[in-house]
Nanobody, 122 residues
């Protein structure tokens, strides 16, 4: 059983930074890419960013480009999301997930973490 465990969430003031981490209990051959998604209260879950394990190709949602950066450490089976210049509208539960494809489509992700809360105060 593969587990994805997020950490690093918390409360931060607008303009501040946080770094989220997602540790996989082990690498599994079906995992081609890792992604971050977020869900604000009363809203659908949205794509944030994704990264390929091999080669490091990345894709970021337009709403976070220039502010958030996804990265990885293959040796640690860990993916990160560096979030800078945070805004109140970034407040959400952030989830990491694994996919057999490099994609921003939520329905292509088959393993999910439990989520970590990020709250940005104005």
């Amino acid at each position: 059983q593969v587990q994805l465990v997020e950490s690093g969430g918390g409360l931060v003031q607008a303009g501040g930074s946080l770094r989220l981490s997602c540790a996989a209990s082990r690498r599994f051959f079906t995992s081609v890419a890792m992604g971050w998604f977020r869900q604000a209260p009363g809203k659908a879950r949205d794509f944030v960013a994704t990264i390929r394990w091999s080669g490091g190709l990345t894709l970021h949602a337009d709403s976070v480009k220039g502010r958030f950066t996804i990265s990885k450490d293959n040796a640690k089976n860990t993916v990160y999301l560096q979030m800078n210049s945070l805004k109140p509208e970034d407040t959400a539960i952030y989830y990491c997930a694994s996919s057999p494809k490099f994609t921003g489509s939520e329905d292509q992700y088959d393993y999910w973490g439990q989520g970590t809360q990020v709250t940005v105060s104005s």
